[in-house]
Each structure stands twice: as C-alpha cells, then as structure tokens.
C-alpha cells in the first residue's frame, strides 16, 4: 500500500541525539535564509554561540540556541522583528520531529479464506503486511464463524485501495485470501440512515417543488 513500517522506541531519542533545547523559528512576515538567520541570532542573542540551524522547510528552521538562552522561555516571547526589512519571526519548542508527509487511517477488514489450522497473529500479521500494519484482532468473530471469517483492525494509507483479494503462498501451495473493508459497508449504512430519516415538518422548501394545491386550497401531491 505504498509504504515500509519501522519500529520506533517510544522511550525517547538515543542517548547520543543531542536534541536539548532546540527551536523552531517561524518566519512570520518576510524572507530570509539560514545563512541570513544564522547573523541576525547572533547579534540579539550571542556572537561567540556555534549556531547550528537547518531549514526544515519553507519558512521554519531547526535552531540550537546558547544553554543560558531557554527555548522554554524564549517560546514565551511575542514575535519580534529582525535587522533585515519586513522580516518578523517567533521561536516555536521543538520535540524532535518534522513535517510528516501523511497519517494511517485505521479501519477494520473481514478477512476469508485462510485455512483454520493456521489461524494464528503471526499469519494475519504477515498478510496485513501487504496492506498495512495489524494493530488488533477480533478473537470472537472467528470462533463464532467458526474460522470462516477474521475481523483485524489495521492501519493503512487508503481504505478503498484494499484490494477485494491476493494470493498467498503457505506450505508450498497457494491460497486466495479476500478482504472486504467495514469502513465502505458502515457509510453504505448510514447514507441508508440519511434516506430513511423523515423528512423535517418545519421545512417546506422541498415540499413547495413536490406539490400543488388544487381550487379549494387542499394539496395534490405532483409525480
């Protein structure tokens, strides 16, 4: 489905990241560049700092500032112009990540066709694999179809590009697995909910379309 999963610790960076009170500066108004940044910090805050900034894209860049200048305070500032013309910035806290490029949606699957004796998490992660990552199993749902369906929730980039089935290879002999997405059957459902809702008493907009009334003032409904 169009991307690699990697393992991250949720413990924090290494020990050998340095990341201790680093800064985004936004640019508010203005251009400028890292070069031109790099000048204008040295002056307000300290000449004899080695900065260290990198542009993270457009208009932001990653700042290192002196251990005697805070992040934690400085965050705390208005915007504050710069020596360069029409060029007003304000210093974000950073927490070590940048711009990601998009967000997994989570959605559950019906999954049919894998043979019951090799029902088991370490088999439905590796054929999830293909379309997203496994985050849970509905344990239930398989003893109750007696093996013939598995509910997995996983996250995926898009839903609707989840293939109806592909074929996988165990113990030498090849096996069609299908999925049906619930996501697409739950709006299915409640665009039913929308048509069967009654129509609002209070609203004669689209009844003044579908009706007339006849000489003596009673309605006659127009097909």
């Given at each position: 489905?169009?991307?690699?999963?990697?393992?991250?610790?949720?413990?924090?960076?290494?020990?050998?990241?340095?990341?201790?009170?680093?800064?985004?500066v936004?640019?508010?108004?203005?251009?400028?560049?890292?070069?031109e940044?790099?000048?204008?910090?040295?002056?307000?805050?300290?000449?004899?700092w080695?900065?260290q900034?990198?542009?993270?894209?457009?208009?932001?860049?990653?700042?290192?500032?002196?251990?005697?200048?805070?992040?934690?305070?400085?965050?705390?500032y208005?915007?504050f112009?710069?020596?360069?013309?029409?060029?007003?910035?304000?210093?974000?806290?950073?927490?070590?990540?940048?711009?990601?490029?998009?967000?997994?949606?989570?959605?559950?699957?019906?999954?049919?066709?894998?043979?019951?004796?090799?029902?088991s998490?370490?088999?439905f992660?590796?054929?999830?694999?293909?379309?997203?990552?496994?985050?849970?199993?509905?344990?239930?749902?398989?003893?109750?179809?007696?093996?013939?369906?598995?509910?997995?929730?996983?996250?995926?980039?898009?839903p609707?590009?989840?293939?109806?089935?592909?074929?996988?290879?165990?113990?030498?002999?090849?096996?069609?697995?299908?999925?049906?997405?619930?996501?697409?059957?739950q709006?299915?459902?409640?665009?039913?909910t929308?048509?069967?809702?009654?129509?609002?008493?209070?609203?004669?907009?689209?009844?003044?379309d579908?009706?007339?009334?006849?000489?003596?003032?009673?309605?006659?409904?127009?097909?």
């Amino acid at each position: 489905m169009g991307f690699y999963h990697v393992n991250v610790s949720e413990e924090g960076p290494s020990q050998w990241l340095n990341l201790t009170n680093c800064g985004v500066v936004r640019v508010i108004s203005g251009q400028i560049t890292a070069n031109e940044l790099e000048k204008e910090l040295a002056e307000i805050f300290c000449k004899e700092w080695p900065w260290q900034i990198r542009e993270l894209e457009t208009g932001q860049f990653l700042v290192r500032f002196p251990p005697h200048k805070r992040v934690a305070d400085i965050k705390n500032y208005p915007s504050f112009g710069l020596r360069k013309q029409g060029v007003h910035v304000e210093v974000l806290e950073w927490v070590g990540e940048t711009m990601h490029f998009e967000e997994l949606q989570d959605v559950w699957v019906q999954i049919r066709g894998l043979p019951p004796n090799w029902c088991s998490w370490s088999a439905f992660a590796q054929i999830t694999s293909g379309i997203g990552i496994l985050l849970a199993m509905d344990w239930p749902s398989v003893f109750k179809s007696f093996y013939e369906v598995v509910r997995v929730k996983i996250s995926c980039r898009d839903p609707s590009k989840i293939p109806l089935e592909r074929l996988f290879e165990m113990k030498r002999k090849l096996y069609i697995i299908s999925f049906s997405v619930e996501r697409e059957q739950q709006d299915q459902n409640n665009q039913r909910t929308e048509d069967d809702r009654p129509d609002d008493p209070n609203d004669n907009d689209d009844e003044a379309d579908d009706l007339d009334r006849d000489s003596n003032g009673g309605k006659i409904w127009i097909h």
